[in-house]
């Protein structure tokens, strides 16, 4: 019996170890930048989700729950933005497809977004995670429009949007920033993100996801 007790202590005792080395490692992400950043838009703060891992990828375990977004760190729902095959429309007279290079392929893409904040780190000095999420801030319309039938007339409303719109809109005009900015291009994908979160941080016009929110925006204004 004493024989048990010492193996089951001893146990208990490694996976005591274990757990701390695995908190100790889980507050930095991609094991180099930290979570303390600021959150200044109060509306997107409690959607904006920091949890501390070092490779965010939660599997979506709870796919099925509602608001389970909410629950998914920023960086992985970047992360799942990515991973499409393309933008299913015509932009600048062409349909733009990545023919499945990138859905699928979280680690593949994981590794682009590690790069380019590794390129955002390198060029502005700051931490990438904080620049990410101010080009989240700038990037997300306060309104938007919506098609309402009045008897058989149908015309354009402008409504509030949801702090979780706002944010999907946010991250998908990144994404689509990203796959658009290399295709066709000597551009890579990893250079075109970040350059994208960059102008959308500092709330550069020249960014895709600035020029959508306004033209959303401006549409809401002259439905109004």
Known sequence: ?????????????????????????????FGKYSYDVEVNDVSLKNYINLA????PMSFRRESQVSFSKAKINIVERLINSLMRGG??????????????????????????????????????????????????????????????????VITNVAVDISASRRLDIALRNIALAAIIGAFGSKKDITT???????????????????????????MARSAR
């Open 1 to 29: 019996m004493a024989e048990k007790k010492t193996v089951n202590d001893e146990k208990k005792a490694s996976k005591k170890e274990a757990n701390k080395h695995e908190d100790s490692s889980n507050g930095l992400l």
């Open 87 to 152: 933008t299913g429309g015509k932009i600048g007279g062409k349909v733009i497809r990545t023919k499945g290079r990138l859905q699928g392929k979280k680690l593949k893409v994981m590794h682009i977004v590690e790069d380019a904040f590794n390129i955002i780190n390198e060029k502005t000095g700051k931490n990438p995670l904080q620049v990410y999420i101010n080009a989240l801030e700038n990037s997300a319309p306060i309104e938007d429009t919506t098609r309402v039938r009045y008897g058989g």
């Open 192 to 218: 075109a993100l970040a350059e994208e979160i960059m102008l959308a941080a500092a709330d550069d016009p020249n960014s895709y996801a600035i020029k959508r929110k306004e033209a959303i925006e401006r």
């Open 52 to 55: 501390k891992v070092d490779y």
